[in-house]
């Protein structure tokens, strides 16, 4: 199955100031870069090829106007975005609901035994910096806080690692966005 290539990712969208570059480049160039590449015979489904692997082409196809103008729209959209500033009165408020329920879920295992505190203790302190640091609404709830909340309880010896994180992650992914589209008043 061939591939051709469609464009090359480059590391910065071009500016309004500058010349535009071409979006596709001599397949020799490439050695380093990523393409997108579509399989000759089917309209659908993106791969990324390196060039390392497949023989050099000497001569690039080109590109529709219309797809040049629409990802170069895109990439400019996406770049322009800013993420609001965490808000710690929300910050304070959310990390108090999730200690609540994650102490409700966790008293119900029977792991935890006598370490449910230290390990819903853990849990919130890492979800409360996150939120008051890193958190600006929807879009922005990483996996980050959770994957070290696993690994902080299991550094400490503690039991119940991955189940803690699981609750608070499916919590998280629940509630987190939809309560600060309530306390934002956004859509």
Known sequence: MGCRIIATVL???PSKLEPSRPLVSSYSSLAS??????????????SFKSSSFYP?????????QSISRATNQICRAAAEYKFPDPIPEF?????????????SKLSKKDIY??????????????????????????????????????????????????QAARAA??????????DWKEWTGSD
């Open 33 to 46: 870069g990523v393409s997108l590449c579509f399989p000759s015979n089917c309209s659908s489904g993106v």
């Open 56 to 64: 050099e082409r000497t001569k690039a196809e080109t590109v529709p």
């Open 113 to 162: 035994e006598d370490s449910v505190e230290e390990v819903v203790d853990i849990c919130t302190e890492i979800f409360g910096t996150f939120l008051h640091t890193e958190y600006g609404g929807p879009g922005t709830l990483l996996v980050v806080p959770f994957i070290d909340m696993a690994d902080t309880v299991h550094e400490r010896g503690l039991p119940g690692a991955s």
């Open 169 to 178: 992650v499916k919590w998280a992914q629940k509630y987190v966005d939809k």
């Open 91 to 103: 910050a304070e408020a959310e990390t108090d609901k999730f200690r609540t329920h994650l102490l």
């Open 11 to 13: 590391p910065i969208a």
